[in-house]
């Protein structure tokens, strides 16, 4: 299938969810763009997302991405965007892909909503350590703190004159 239909099925999808049909989504910009985004559970082994570098590509589970959905609403958002931090900075390391995503959600609009979603799923998991991404519990408090950062940066460039 044509990588564009893939994306506007896609769309298309993540816009007839209720929870979801009134509030913008971040979107890849630049380069990105030109990323496919396939929907295909085989490709994700059971994972709500993977990414592949070469060629790049987005791959996403729906079913997953519904389960998510339903207890955390928006969370399943952050792992899409994850995704493309592994392909933006060209990485594996998963600290880097949820620091860029946490980041990148910051300064999206409704941003905050989706990260709020994924603390909060992480908080509630059991508190396992993954040698790829620490703790759950680390793992939110890496995304909290990543996206702070972006906030205070955003702060601190806006002219004098513009803050109230
Ligand atoms: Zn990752």
């Keep these: 299938m044509n990588r564009f239909i893939v994306a506007a099925l896609l769309l298309s ?29 085989n490709e994700t082994s059971g994972d709500v997302a993977v990414s592949r570098r070469n060629p790049p590509a987005v791959y996403l589970c729906p079913i997953v991405v519904k389960l998510i959905r339903k207890n ?4 399943e ?22 620091c860029w995503a946490a980041k990148t959600l910051a ?3 409704n941003g ?10 992480l908080r509630q998991r059991p508190d396992e350590r993954s040698p790829r991404y620490g703790t759950p519990g680390e793992r939110a408090e890496r995304i909290r703190f990543c996206a702070e950062e972006e906030r ?3 702060l601190a460039t806006v002219p004098a004159s513009r803050h109230r």
């Design 77 to 98: 958002h952050f792992y899409f965007v994850h995704e493309f931090g592994h392909l933006a900075l060209d990485t594996s390391d998963e600290a880097e892909a949820d």
């Design 72 to 75: 955390y609403p928006g969370a």
């Design 13 to 41: 999808v993540l816009c007839l969810v209720p929870a979801a049909g009134a509030r913008a989504q971040w979107l890849p910009t630049g380069a990105l763009k030109a990323v496919p985004v396939v929907r295909d559970c």
């Design 112 to 121: 905050g909503r989706y990260l709020r979603a994924v603390i909060e799923l």
């Design 107 to 109: 300064r999206a609009p």
């Design 152 to 154: 205070a940066n955003a």
